[in-house]
């Protein structure tokens, strides 16, 4: 083999050695996340009714803590009379297990426009603060959403015993934290404007430095294979 032709190989070999250091860090999950099928049974005014919504929660990291936004894809509930603008109310909690326990309150705004009588009612996204009592894997589960419209409260509970719909890697402030217990966050409450409505960044961003530690291990790896292969052939030319 004419040292040209090994030159042309050991460039492949470089070449491929960068290949799995960039998959290692395209490949780097932030957090878990999944919609999930809640099946909410609800307790109004003019009796008991039922709907299943998908639910989806998102966080985004800051500082210690973590903003939770809550989704519903579908409506649940209805009213017998229009609901004027303004006149219905959402709020909800989280529930928090894993490795930490508790509940996150979350709160939106109030519906944007008028709800028609027997339309399923679409809940805004709500949001909420979490802040973690220890650290780990946690997981975050919908829980009961309280619509409250025209001085009447609807309570509507997850009846399916549904997965969580977010996992997350969370490190506690000042290592493992104390036993959480009661609520571990509280709702944000007011419009959902402003910074509110970017779509938010799940998870924590140290599961991704440490992917891309091992990335670029990976490329030194490959690189040194590199090195000793081109020192060797020319040993042997030698």
């Known amino acids: 083999?004419?040292?040209?032709?090994?030159?042309?190989r050991t460039a492949a070999l470089a070449f491929a050695a960068a290949l799995a250091g960039s998959a290692v860090l395209t490949a780097a999950p932030a957090a878990w996340a999944?919609?999930?099928?809640?099946n909410y049974q609800c307790k109004t005014p003019i009796g008991d009714k039922s709907a299943v919504s998908p639910i989806d929660i998102k966080s985004v990291k800051s500082g210690g803590a973590y903003k939770l936004t809550m989704s519903w894809q579908k409506g649940v509930s209805s009213s017998p009379v229009e609901l004027g603008k303004g006149a219905m109310t959402p709020s909800a909690v989280i529930k928090v297990g894993g490795a930490d326990s508790g509940t996150v309150a979350v709160s939106g705004a109030a519906n944007a426009a008028a709800i028609p009588a027997n339309t399923p009612i679409k809940i805004n996204d709500?949001?909420?603060?979490?802040?973690?009592?220890?650290?780990?894997?946690?997981?975050?589960?919908?829980?009961?959403?309280?619509?409250?419209?025209?001085?009447?409260?609807?309570?509507?509970?997850?009846s399916n015993n549904p997965g969580p719909s977010l996992t997350l890697d969370v490190t506690a402030a000042g290592g493992s934290g104390s036993s959480a217990s009661g609520s571990s966050g509280s709702g944000s409450g007011g419009s959902q404007s402003g910074s509110g409505d970017a779509l938010p960044q799940t998870g924590p961003e140290d599961s991704?430095?440490?992917?891309?530690?091992l990335g670029g291990t990976v490329l030194l790896a490959g690189a040194a294979g590199v090195l000793w292969l081109t020192r060797r052939h020319q040993a042997v030319r030698r």
């Open 1 to 8: 083999m004419s040292y040209r032709t090994y030159q042309k």
């Open 34 to 38: 999944a919609v999930v099928d809640v």
């Open 126 to 158: 709500l949001s909420g603060t979490y802040t973690p009592k220890k650290s780990g894997k946690v997981t975050f589960t919908a829980g009961v959403l309280t619509i409250k419209a025209l001085g009447t409260t609807t309570t509507c509970t997850p």
């Open 208 to 213: 991704v430095i440490a992917l891309g530690t």
